[in-house]
């Protein structure tokens, strides 16, 4: 059950490529506090946290019934399906944040300024043709198999992660697996313009389920999960990492981000939409999972990955004209297949 609702998370526009990674802008006097719409890596007093604990305690009521419950887990793919027909390309921004948040893909993506150039472009379009051409009556290929860097995006939505990445770079030695569990999404990302099978691979896949991936084993340099294993369910969370480890190569790292515990979207939740614990059923019918650090830990350490960063982004939202005041929490890490020596 795989796709991406950040349901309101703070994004960059696409020129703000260049923004600093968090922990830029903090707030040292509370008087400040509406000067600026966003502070970085707010720190929370025992009160604030004894208060979202409350929160939680009183939205955790769980009142569906084991049928309901079956029912939300086996129609996942008809509303993340509802989802993007009705906002197809139009409800998230671009993730331009990924090179700074993310700055180990700059080492692959040979940036060339803002955005490729249309003669640049149009080279590395022709290059990928060609080396797929090379090697295309040869036996056990495989889509991307001529690239010497290959990244796989689970839960692509419709590309706002994807595209930024074939847009920046001009490496006709990397390519770009994306799949989503919703088929509209992966209609809506092959139409954009950018889509170019030479570069890239779309493909429909709940990664829960699948046995059989478009890449062999030990073949990714960097798998990217944005705002994806919150959707799944708890149970089934352990087993998709494990998979998603046997394609990483040696050496190849999972970057992970994705709502944490106390967020302003797990508060915000009425009674009656706990599906378990920080597990919650959304309006829409998707669903949605507030991590902790430990947990993650935990998971990916226990496929064998190696830790080397995990941390809570904690941000003070603030809509000044209302005087309010939003906390978000997200989960951002950075774990490493071991490259061990034979």
């Known amino acids: 059950m795989i796709s991406n609702n950040e349901n309101g998370v703070m994004e960059d526009s696409l020129n703000d490529r260049k923004r600093q990674q968090f922990g830029s802008r903090f707030l040292t006097e509370e008087a400040d506090v509406f000067q600026h719409n966003a502070w970085d890596d707010v720190e929370w007093d025992s009160d604030l946290e004894d208060k979202a604990k409350q929160k939680i305690q009183f939205n955790s009521t769980v009142t569906f019934s084991a049928e309901e419950l079956e029912l939300y887990e086996i129609e996942a793919d008809k509303y993340w399906n509802s989802f993007y027909c009705q906002h197809q390309n139009k409800f998230f921004k671009d993730r331009q944040w990924l090179f700074t948040e993310f700055n180990e893909l700059n080492k692959v993506l040979r940036p060339v300024g803002e955005e490729v150039g249309e003669e640049v472009a149009e080279e590395c379009k022709t290059q990928c043709s060609i080396n797929a051409d090379k090697l295309k009556d040869e036996v056990n290929l495989y889509n991307g198999c001529q690239t010497k860097t290959r990244i796989l995006e689970v839960g692509c939505g419709v590309g706002n992660t994807v595209f930024p990445i074939l847009q920046t770079s001009n490496n006709p030695n990397l390519f770009i697996y994306c799949c989503d569990f919703a088929e509209?999404?992966?209609?809506?990302?092959?139409?954009?313009?950018?889509?170019?099978?030479?570069?890239?691979?779309?493909?429909?896949?709940?990664?829960?389920?699948?046995?059989?991936?478009?890449?062999?084993?030990?073949?990714?340099d960097f798998i990217i999960l944005i705002?994806?294993?919150?959707?799944?369910?708890?149970?089934?969370?352990?087993?998709t990492l494990q998979k998603l480890t046997k394609l990483l190569k040696p050496g190849g790292m999972l970057l992970f981000r994705d709502y944490g515990r106390y967020d302003m979207a797990q508060l915000r939740f009425k009674p009656g939409k706990c599906l378990g614990d920080n597990f919650y059923l959304r309006g829409d019918g998707t669903r949605v999972y507030f991590f902790t650090q430990a947990e993650i830990d935990t998971m990916l350490t226990s496929c064998g990955l190696v830790k080397e960063q995990n941390i809570v982004d904690r941000r003070l939202q603030v809509n000044r004209g209302r005087q309010l005041k939003m906390y978000r929490v997200w989960i951002q890490s950075k774990y490493r297949k071991p490259n061990y020596k034979t």
């Not at 209609?187 to 890449?215: G, M, W």
């Not at 705002?227 to 087993?239: A, G, K, N």
């Open 184 to 220: 509209s999404a992966i209609q809506i990302l092959k139409e954009h313009p950018l889509y170019n099978e030479n570069r890239c691979h779309a493909f429909v896949c709940d990664v829960t389920a699948c046995s059989s991936f478009p890449c062999p084993e030990n073949s990714l």
């Open 227 to 239: 705002f994806v294993l919150s959707s799944i369910h708890p149970d089934r969370m352990l087993l």
